[in-house]
Each structure stands twice: as C-alpha cells, then as structure tokens.
C-alpha cells in the first residue's frame, strides 16, 4: 500500500502522474478516445457521456462496448438521439456492459433525446443549474433532476398486465415539480390497477396523500384501483420539498367510445404526411400525442392533419366530439 507521509511528497507523485498521463500518446488506450471520435459539440457530448457511463473495468472492455453504442447510431450520435423513435431503440436492449444492462441504455438514450429536444445540449441543463447559485453543487443538482424527469412520464404510472396508460401532463408538458400535474387515463377493459411510484430524484421518505387526504409515507410506491380515482399527491420530505400531483381517471372504452368509435375514422395508418379524420361532426377537437403523454399537436374543427414533419413513431390521435373522445394508435413510418 503506497503511504504519502507529507503534501509535497503528494505532489511530486501527482506530478509524475500528470506527465505520464496529460499526453495525446495515452488517449488511443483510454476510454477518452472516443469523444475523440468527433468534432461536433452534440457528439462530444453523447459519446463522452455514454463512455464514461460505462468506465469502469479494463479500459479495452470499455472502449469496445462505447464504440459498439455508437456503432449502434451508425456513429451518429446526435442525429440518431434527436430523430430516434421508441422502436429504434429495440436494437439496444440487447445491450449489457457489466452491470449497465440494455434497460438502462434505453432509459439513458429515452433521457438524452428529452434533453437535446427541449434544452439543446447537455452543457445546457448544467449551466441552467450553474446559474442558479453559481455553484457546481447546483448545476450537478440541476442535472441530475433533468436527466430523470423522463421517470416522471415513463415510470410514476407503470400499469399491471398489457394496460395502455394515457397520459396528457400540464404546463405545456415540462414537468419539473413543485405544483405539476400529469393527468393519468386508464382503461379498464385491460387493466384494473396502476401503480403510481415516486421518481427517482424525489427523497427516500416519500409520502402519497389520497383524493380524501389519507398519508402513505414511506413507501416508494402505492397500487391504484379505480375507487382510487382523483388527485393523488406524490412528495417528499427533505427541501425544496419537490410536489407532483396526478390525477387517475379509469375507464372502459366500450362504454364511453362504443358509439363514436363507428362515427370516426382515421385514415390512412400508417401514414407518411397527412391523417384525414372520417367523421359528420362539425366541432371536433383533434391532439396527437406521442408515447410519452406529450401532446404534440393540437386543431380544432380540423379534419386534415398535416404530420409530415413530426418525427417518425407512435402516437395516440384523440378526437374529442360533444365531450366524448375515441382515441386510435396510428404509425409515422
């Protein structure tokens, strides 16, 4: 075991260290050669991120698992990340380094696509949290916040069985905390309950409070049956006491859309540019949502959808007649 018995001995070894490592000669044999791959901010950025995910163990396992990442994106990091829809990501579940397993790839990828559409960079979400207090305790703070806002949509309502939860968030979709809202719509013809759990960001000791006002403190976690349904309150215990409200509605889709869902079609599914919303109803209300709850696109009284520049995808097109809606699955190919 190397004992250092003064600062200056401390330093003379740091200094040795320096010179042998602080030398382009060492990046090709280091996990750092792979940023070095590229010359684009956006690049640099994934990659460095990915890599250094990953970086623990030998340094060749590293740097042939990072490089198989981006051989993944056909070594376009950031075009694949923005543009990539949910099933592009299916080619990275298979993908395992040590203990980062192909879930957490996805989930990590699902992440940097929300930061790079609504934030622009990863240097962004870090220097928002700088500017905060001008602290690097901040803006890792801040980071880390947004990087797992994406739990919030994806894993605060995880349904039992094959349940199709629909979510619609307020707010204009950037939920944070503090007083935000995801507005949850759960059919009952597959599912009879959900569980609602707290996001990873929030504290340990986390409490839900029921529609009637009823605690459940630690737990990480709470199974919703349909006489759950109303406002649930999600909150944790330590400062700034982050809040997130969801509000649960079940349904069953036969007995609210049986009759509309003979009065509207959508057509064509899959499409490339435009949906035609089939119905004899005048006042109308069209939203076409992605996977992830977001509305992307709202009309009114509009039976021509133009989506030609809408990312390719999944999405839920609600149609909204005298109060009652019909929802249908259609594809961008």
């Given at each position: ?13 740091l200094?040795?260290k ?5 030398t ?5 044999t ?5 940023p ?14 990915l ?15 990072a ?22 990501f ?18 990590f ?11 622009g960079?990863?240097e962004?979400i870090f ?6 207090d ?10 880390r ?11 605060v309502?995880?349904?039992s069985a ?15 905390s503090?007083?935000?809202t995801i ?35 630690n ?6 049956y349909p ?9 944790d ?5 982050d809040v ?18 003979k ?14 919303i ?9 939203t ?11 009309q ?5 959808l133009?989506?030609?520049d809408?990312?390719?995808?999944t ?19």
């Amino acid at each position: 075991m190397l004992m250092i018995k003064d600062i200056t001995e401390l330093r003379e070894l740091l200094d040795v260290k320096y010179e042998k490592y602080n030398t382009t000669n060492f990046i090709s044999t280091d996990p750092i050669s792979i940023p070095h791959l590229f010359t684009k901010k956006e690049d640099i950025e994934i990659a460095a991120f990915l890599s250094a995910t990953i970086a623990w163990g030998q340094r060749t396992s590293i740097i042939r698992n990072a490089n198989r990442l981006l051989e993944l994106m056909d070594m376009n990091p950031y075009e694949f990340v923005a543009n990539a829809n949910d099933y592009d990501f299916r080619y990275f579940r298979k993908f395992v380094h040590r203990t980062f397993n192909g879930d957490d790839c996805v989930y990590f990828l699902k992440a940097l696509r929300k930061i790079y559409r609504e934030h622009g960079s990863l240097e962004n979400i870090f220097t928002e949290g700088y500017l905060q207090d001008n602290t690097i305790r901040s803006a890792i703070i801040h980071a880390r916040k947004i990087f797992f806002l994406l739990v919030i949509i994806c894993l605060v309502i995880k349904a039992s069985a094959q349940c199709n939860v629909h979510t619609d968030t307020l707010n204009n979709g950037n939920i944070t905390s503090n007083g935000d809202t995801i507005i949850a719509n759960i059919n009952m013809d597959v599912c009879d309950s959900i569980t609602l759990y707290a996001p990873n960001w929030m504290a340990i000791n986390t409490t839900f409070v029921s529609p009637n006002a009823t605690p459940y403190t630690n737990t990480n976690n709470k199974v919703l049956y349909p006489e759950d349904s109303g406002l649930w309150t999600i909150m944790d215990g330590i400062p700034p006491f982050d809040v997130i409200f969801v509000k649960v509605s079940f349904y069953t889709l036969t007995g609210i859309t049986e009759k509309q869902e003979k009065e509207v079609s959508i057509y064509p599914n899959p499409t490339t540019d435009r949906l035609i919303i089939n119905t004899t109803a005048i006042n109308l209300e069209v939203t076409f949502t992605n996977m992830l709850g977001q509305v992307i696109l709202s009309q009114h009284n509009t039976k021509v959808l133009d989506v030609s520049d809408l990312p390719r995808g999944t999405y839920i097109v609600s149609v909204v007649i005298n109060g009652i809606a019909s929802r249908k699955k259609v594809i961008l190919n």
